[in-house]
């Protein structure tokens, strides 16, 4: 495993680097730009198809600094070479921990108080050379693809969210115990946390400008998929614990064109520090799984994938507004469920049974997809 990119780098290449980037910090970023490039892609074809619109918006010009920007400016700047300035210091504390050296008080007040007010007061001066008395009103053409980083924007501070939220509901005793710990943390995120929770957000967004919520839900799907499987190649690559059940069955021969680790694995080095010590290991993170386990990342990646590719080719294909969002939620619970099978995971207990919290939302949204595709289906053909 390798808990950190260049962990990755100098065991391929005999380096000796210590980058602050951890792996599936990493990913999570490729996931965010690959699935930014299949919205962008769709946001522009559903334009070019008439489905869209470019809407006109009226923006001031030649406005003074506020003193609010000023604020604002001057609070960010002071954080910002604050904590450069203690990268700078130290940077080996902020490679081996950067979480924790983000939340210490590591840095310069004076460097970050100096710099603070440099910029601030060119933000000052650039405002004022560019003011017009009185301020101007103009209009601009706004196209749907311009509306691509905001949608960005908006899925990660909700999706990270819901996603902290529903993990804290998850592993309720460990946030009772560190309720500041747990909070802070980077790790410990559920996907269908961040689902929830950014889809609420996005519809609204989507609503405010003139973005149907069906449509929404169609020009996102691929590209929903497709960070997920990313995603969980960074957990695959970094050992976070969403790993399988013990696994002891001997290989299939069907399968044996797979490498031995992509049946079972016992992930040392794994970023969680999960199992028993590896003799001989020195380092933070010297810990494998006692037994082989299902490694269900890449079970999950692979099905991504192959959804991706399916939902990539019928999305020209299918014209009934909403349609693809349904097969998608049909896909996702199809594969969600499925994976839960043999994946590690907390369970409740209901009605005698127990369950994880993915068995629980699966079956819903797998339910919800199949309604609205009979829904839609109907729809269209009244009209």
């Not at 130290?90 to 840095?107: C, L, R, T």
């Not at 980077?186 to 996907?191: A, C, D």
């Not at 973005?211 to 957990?235: H, S």
Request: aromatic residues 16%.
């Amino acid at each position: 495993m390798y808990p950190k990119l260049s962990d990755l780098i100098n065991d391929w290449f005999g380096t000796n680097l210590n980058l602050p980037i951890q792996s599936y910090g990493f990913f999570l970023a490729l996931a965010f730009l690959f699935s930014g490039w299949a919205l962008y892609k769709e946001l522009e074809r559903k334009e070019k198809e008439g489905i869209l619109k470019a809407r006109t918006k009226k923006i001031q010009t030649g406005k003074p600094a506020t003193i609010s920007e000023l604020v604002t400016t001057f609070l960010i700047s002071l954080f910002v070479l604050f904590k450069l300035s203690g990268i700078f210091i130290n940077y080996d504390a902020f490679a081996n921990d950067p979480q924790d050296f983000i939340f210490s008080g590591e840095g310069s007040w004076l460097f970050g108080f100096l710099g603070a007010i440099i910029i601030t007061g060119w933000s000052y001066y650039d405002k004022k050379r560019k003011e017009i008395k009185p301020p101007k009103w103009k209009e601009i053409e706004v196209h749907p693809k311009d509306l691509l980083w905001q949608i960005i924007f908006i899925a990660i501070i909700f999706g990270l969210i819901g996603a902290k939220l529903f993990d804290q509901l998850e592993n309720f005793d460990d946030f009772l115990k560190d309720p500041i710990g747990t909070t802070l943390s980077f790790s410990g995120l559920t996907f269908y946390g961040g689902l929830i929770t950014g889809a609420i957000a996005l519809i609204y967004f989507g609503q405010k400008n003139g973005i149907p919520w069906k449509v929404l839900g169609d020009v996102t799907a691929p590209g929903l998929i497709l960070a997920y499987g990313i995603g969980r190649i960074g957990c695959q690559v970094a050992g976070d614990g969403d790993w399988g059940i013990v696994n002891h069955l001997q290989k299939p021969d069907w399968l044996s064109f797979l490498p031995d680790w992509a049946w079972a694995y016992n992930y040392p080095h794994n970023i969680i520090n999960h199992g028993i010590k590896i003799p001989d290991c020195s380092g933070p993170h010297c810990y494998q799984l006692a037994e082989a386990v299902f490694p269900t990342p890449v079970y999950e990646t692979t099905m991504a994938l192959i959804i991706f590719a399916i939902l990539w080719y019928l999305r020209k294909r299918i014209k009934i507004p909403g349609m693809l969002f349904a097969i998608y939620l049909m896909f996702n619970g199809t594969e969600r469920f499925l994976i839960e099978l043999i994946r590690v995971n907390n369970v409740y207990h209901i009605a005698g049974m127990a369950v994880t919290q993915a068995e629980i939302i699966s079956p819903i949204l797998f339910l919800s997809g199949l309604v609205m595709f009979v829904i839609f289906r109907k729809q269209s053909k009244r009209v």
